[in-house]
T-cell receptor
Framework: EDQVTQSPEALRLQEGESSSLNCSYT??????LFWYRQDPGKGPEFLFT???AGEEKEKERLKATLTKKESFLHITAPKPEDSATYLC??????????FGAGTRLTVKP | NAGVTQTPKFRVLKTGQSMTLLCAQD?????MYWYRQDPGMGLRLIHY???????AKGEVPDGYNVSRLKKQNFLLGLESAAPSQTSVYFC???????????FGQGTRLTVV
């Protein structure tokens, strides 16, 4: 069965304390792995798409990496404004998208 | 530029009542989607559309119907609401399948 699992469920960091979020997936054929950010009371906002193992993408303090079975979202020197829920998603087949339950990140000043 | 707009933002229904959620996008996207988001379960695809006049079932379609009469609009209907349909509903659109999706602000629906 196609599954997307994110860990940890919640993560609390001090401002400046770097860490990583994990997204592991089991789909028969990877058609991309997507990362979104979701603020409370809002819809998800697109961050990155990764298509092949070894690929990396960066945006400000975020860097996403991909292996054959998992992806990591590395957060370097986070700030309070990075607090949000981070979602990953994979399409098990065309036009579908399976989302993980998300990691709720809190960055304390 | 409004992007994806959902109406209403909040709604309370009694069991058995019907309602329609409206999604409108102004980006000329071909693909549109309806998801529900429940605590601890992530977003799940209800129905989607790959173009005007087309609809298809997603992962959890039972109890819902959709229509896409105009390219910019995607309607989600609940014919007879049940408490299990209490959720936050998100509409999204994308230029093509399996690409970056743009989401609306969500509709919080409570069925009592």
């Amino acid at each position: 069965e196609d599954q997307v699992t994110q860990s940890p469920e919640a993560l609390r960091l001090q401002e400046g304390e770097s860490s990583s979020l994990n997204c592991s997936y089991t789909v028969s054929g990877l058609r991309g792995l997507f990362w979104y950010r979701q603020d409370p009371g809002k819809g998800p906002e697109f961050l990155f798409t990764l298509y092949s193992a070894g690929e990396e993408k960066e945006k400000e303090r975020l860097k996403a990496t991909l292996t054959k079975k998992e992806s990591f979202l590395h957060i370097t020197a986070p700030k309070p404004e990075d607090s949000a829920t981070y979602l990953c998603a994979v399409p098990p087949y065309t036009n579908d998208m399976r989302f993980g339950a998300g990691t709720r990140l809190t960055v304390k000043p | 530029n409004a992007g994806v707009t959902q109406t209403p933002k909040f709604r309370v229904l009694k069991t058995g009542q019907s309602m329609t959620l409206l999604c409108a996008q102004d980006m000329n996207h071909e693909y549109m989607y309806w998801y529900r988001q429940d605590p601890g379960m992530g977003l799940r695809l209800i129905h989607y559309s790959v173009g005007e006049g087309t609809t298809a079932k997603g992962e959890v379609p039972d109890g819902y119907n959709v229509s896409r009469l105009k390219k910019q609009n995607f309607l989600l209907g609940l014919e007879s609401a049940a408490p299990s349909q209490t959720s936050v509903y998100f509409c999204a659109s994308s230029l093509r399948g399996n690409t970056e999706a743009f989401f609306g602000q969500g509709t919080r629906l409570t069925v009592v």
